[in-house]
């Protein structure tokens, strides 16, 4: 009897085993294509295309040509033309920021004598944001804390002058000229700007040659120049490289007026209150403020961006 149990309990499992298997099958064997189309809307994939790309004709940048006729030069530039073109979301916050920030650079670069494609190194450095990196670099222009007191910006808890977009802009613009002089050309000045005027110098030196393009250098700085040039051709040519997008879209910005303070300011809360403002808003147009008060022992002379009327809305 036991016997016959366990035959018929075997052949009940064989066949609830063979049922559970058919079933699994028909489950998940890959659908035709025609029911794919019944089911799922694939339009868009239709109208989405990904293209190699045609470099630019005559890449320039700061008025000295890139060597693209190189192969390996040629491949670090299409590198970066195919990253920062096909990383579309980064690519939109990009053209938007840009409208809202440039007229601010460009007016600074044209009055420190520094050309108008260094706009873009602060595109590739904090993707036009005050950033932070590991590193302590901070800013639209990620300086380093020596860096920005060399060049006399005020930083410590309170005040920190390196998310002063005018004041860092003019320190960068400093930078890279003292660059240029030392080792002759704007794109080994760019260079700098990521591997250090002495680094780039030792190893200029040491390969015994005078070009950045001849330099074997770091993953980061190899590619710094390349991404740089890239990115003035995507935002200069926006629909050549798919991005299409209505003036409307960009970010803008916001008009201001100027107070000076050559006091202290116990609570910033409160001052923003009595300006009409508030807190937050203060802080968004002045993010060198770093605390909730300013001390100014010394009686300096501040200047506080404050939005003319009008500018938000409650």
Not at 174 to 197: H, Q
Not at 238 to 254: A, C, M, Q, V
Request: proline residues 4%.
């Amino acid at each position: 009897m036991r016997r016959v149990k366990n035959v018929l309990s075997a052949v009940a499992i064989v066949f609830v085993a063979g049922f559970f298997i058919n079933s699994v099958s028909k489950t998940t064997i890959a659908p035709s294509d025609e029911s794919v189309e019944k089911l799922v809307d694939t339009s868009y994939v239709n109208n989405y295309n990904v293209y190699a790309l045609a470099l630019p004709e005559d890449l320039i940048f700061a008025n000295e040509r890139v060597p693209v006729e190189s192969p390996d030069i040629k491949e670090r530039i299409d590198r970066e033309f195919l990253v920062n073109t096909y990383w579309q979301s980064n690519g939109f916050l990009m053209f938007k920021r840009a409208n809202k920030y440039f007229p601010i650079i460009e007016k600074i670069l044209a009055e420190e004598n520094v050309p108008d494609d260094f706009k873009y190194l602060a595109v590739i450095e904090s993707g036009l944001t005050n950033a932070v990196s590991p590193a302590g670099a901070k800013g639209f222009w990620q300086i380093m804390k020596t860096t920005g007191r060399e060049y006399s910006l005020e930083i410590n808890n309170n005040v920190d002058e390196r998310y002063h977009l005018e004041k860092s802009t003019r320190v960068a613009c400093r930078y890279l000229k003292d660059a240029k002089e030392r080792l002759g050309s704007w794109t080994l000045a760019a260079a700098a700007y990521n591997g250090g005027m002495s680094g780039i110098s030792r190893r200029l030196d040491k390969q015994q040659v005078t070009e950045y393009y001849d330099l074997l250098l770091g993953s980061e700085t190899s590619r710094y120049v390349p991404r740089i040039v890239a990115m003035k051709y995507i935002l200069k040519q926006p629909h050549r490289f798919g991005f299409n997008f209505k003036e409307s879209d960009l970010y803008t910005t916001i008009p201001t007026k100027t107070i000076k303070i050559d006091t202290a300011i116990t609570n910033i809360a409160q001052f923003s209150k009595d300006l009409g403002i508030n807190y937050k808003i203060l802080k968004i147009h002045n993010p060198w403020l770093r605390e909730g008060h300013l001390n100014n022992k010394t009686r300096r002379t501040y200047e506080i961006e404050i939005p003319k009327k009008g500018s938000y809305t409650n």
